[in-house]
């Protein structure tokens, strides 16, 4: 038998053949899985491919306005102390049904007492499971008129009340409610009280604005 000789490989050669089987066997063990020893060769198995995450949107602000047909219907006491130049309401307190659950009325004022029919101001509020901060400001359009020049006479009020803020389903409220009501008084010499019924009805549209967080 002959035996072919093949001729001795030079070292460099014997070096590249090991390179070669040493990424070959890095990428079988890439393939499988396998966890590769750092320095077992420099080539590096390629990135994961990044995902994309879903879970942080860009969100915005927006305002959200609500119009809202506001009545309510109340009764209850008022108390009030004459002096030589008008009358103070010193208390004003009643319930009844009010738009959202605000029903209970309360509040205060004040008027001159010149004629027959007179400007007054005051605060008040509409609370419950919602609630309204008013204020009454002084005008032609807001008054108290006595029906007779003299005591005892029954009063009818008229006005408009301007929203300061609102709780419950009225947070963010703003605009106007009119109202009218009547009670009757006995005595309007000065340093005299005295505490009267009264009823009263406010009517109006409410504007509600709300801040939503929404996802562009």
Not at 131 to 153: E, I, W
Not at 179 to 194: C, R, V
Request: proline fraction near 3%.
């Amino acid at each position: 038998m002959r035996f072919r000789m093949s001729a001795p490989r030079s070292g460099s050669q014997v070096a590249i053949g090991r390179k070669a089987i040493a990424v070959g066997v890095i990428g079988l063990l890439a393939t499988m899985g396998m966890a590769i020893p750092s320095g077992a060769a420099s080539v590096k198995p390629l990135a994961p491919v990044a995902h994309t995450a879903l879970a942080d949107h860009a969100t915005k602000r927006v305002t959200k306005i609500t119009h809202v047909a506001f009545h309510g219907s109340y009764s209850g006491t008022i108390g009030l102390l004459w002096s030589s130049s008008g009358v103070k309401a010193t208390s004003v307190s009643g319930k009844g049904k009010g738009t959202y659950a605000a029903n209970t009325v309360s509040g205060s004022g004040a008027g001159s007492a010149a004629s027959t029919c007179d400007p007054f101001s005051g605060t008040g509020a509409l609370t419950g499971a919602s609630g309204l901060r008013l204020r009454v400001v002084s005008s032609t359009k807001t008054q108290a008129c006595a029906v007779n020049s003299a005591a005892p006479t029954p009063v009818t009020v008229k006005g408009v009340a301007t929203i300061l803020s609102g709780t419950g389903k009225f947070k963010g409220a703003s605009g106007t409610l009119s109202f009218n009501g009547q009670f009757s008084i006995k005595d309007t010499t000065a340093g005299s009280n005295e505490s009267d019924s009264f009823t009263a009805t406010l009517t109006g549209t409410v504007t509600i604005k709300t801040i939503v967080i929404v996802k562009k």
